[in-house]
């Protein structure tokens, strides 16, 4: 007997075949209707027995992380919906289904998933459980927001697009660029709009320290920092993001601050404008903002 699949099937679903082919019938196995299927072949002389395997082909991305990802895995054919903030150039043709934000299990089902994935990103975080109530498998890959928890979604989401080898390799490279680097010292504050800075327990936090810095906020979460606040943090290092460089003004303006311009960082010119994505939330280049911050503390 020669056998050829073209696919793995499921145990259960070999199970099943080698009981019909003992048989000597043919069996077509179902799958869910909201899946696309593909057809595999086991050969036995003449005798030609099809069989459904399900697979992920229709995929929306709810968060720019899980999207980024999914890029570089080199599966971006797959994806038929993305989440309206994200901006990678590879899903420019992709249609939004919403903002991961505030999104919507209708607009989700408008482009007929077979496959959903998103993150911690995502809200409300009911959506998940609201898309599996009717048929089409939702899954929170990195429902925390921390480094372990990112590294881990990288293999999860290549497991769900064929990509296992692909993304063993993708996840064991980020964790080991996100290796703390030598202490600096330096103090850092790290702000979305001149006022709102990240403090204890943020993303923003955990780069910093992992880059040898020191994180000068005072605060937990990302909060507001009073002129007295920033006047006390002393810090070394400014960044903010840059989309907010219109309300803030240039470097030069912003160092004019009285609470800025007190600070070594006012004074040395080290105020930056980077992308809010560096420091807000975890993402495949957070080793290369790593090297970014440990290099503008020299």
Excluded: C
């Excluded at 202490?183 to 780069?207: M, P």
């Amino acid at each position: 007997m020669s056998t050829h699949l073209s696919k793995q099937p499921s145990n259960q679903r070999v199970k099943t075949i080698l009981k019909s082919l003992g048989r000597k019938k043919s069996t077509n196995l179902n799958t869910k209707s909201a899946s696309r299927t593909m057809v595999t072949t086991v050969m036995m002389g003449a005798l030609i027995v099809p069989f459904s395997v399900q697979a992920n082909e229709r995929i929306v991305v709810m968060s720019p992380d899980v999207a980024d990802v999914v890029v570089a895995l080199g599966a971006t054919s797959k994806l038929v919906g993305k989440d309206a903030t994200n901006s990678n150039p590879a899903l420019k043709n992709v249609p939004a289904v919403g903002m991961h934000r505030n999104i919507t299990a209708e607009s989700v089902l408008a482009v007929k998933p077979d496959l959903v994935l998103g993150s911690y990103m995502v809200q409300p975080t009911s959506i998940y459980q609201r898309l599996n109530s009717l048929n089409v498998k939702a899954v929170n890959v990195a429902p925390k927001e921390d480094v372990n928890t990112f590294a881990n979604s990288i293999k999860t989401i290549g497991n769900y697009v064929d990509k296992t080898s692909q993304s063993t390799r993708l996840s064991n490279n980020w964790r080991q660029g996100m290796s703390p680097m030598m202490k600096t010292g330096k103090r850092y504050l790290l702000s979305y709009d001149g006022r709102i800075v990240a403090g204890k327990g943020t993303v923003g936090d955990e780069l910093i320290r992992r880059a040898g810095g020191v994180n000068a906020a005072d605060v937990s979460g990302l909060k507001p920092l009073s002129r007295e606040g920033w006047l006390a943090a002393k810090p070394d290092v400014i960044i903010i993001a840059d989309h907010n460089q219109a309300v803030v003004g240039d470097v030069a303006r912003f160092s004019q601050r009285p609470e800025v311009a007190a600070s070594a960082a006012g004074k040395n010119g080290d105020v930056y404008f980077w992308p809010a994505n560096d420091f807000l939330r975890y993402g495949l280049n957070s080793p290369s903002v790593l090297g970014k911050l440990n290099s503008v503390a020299k």
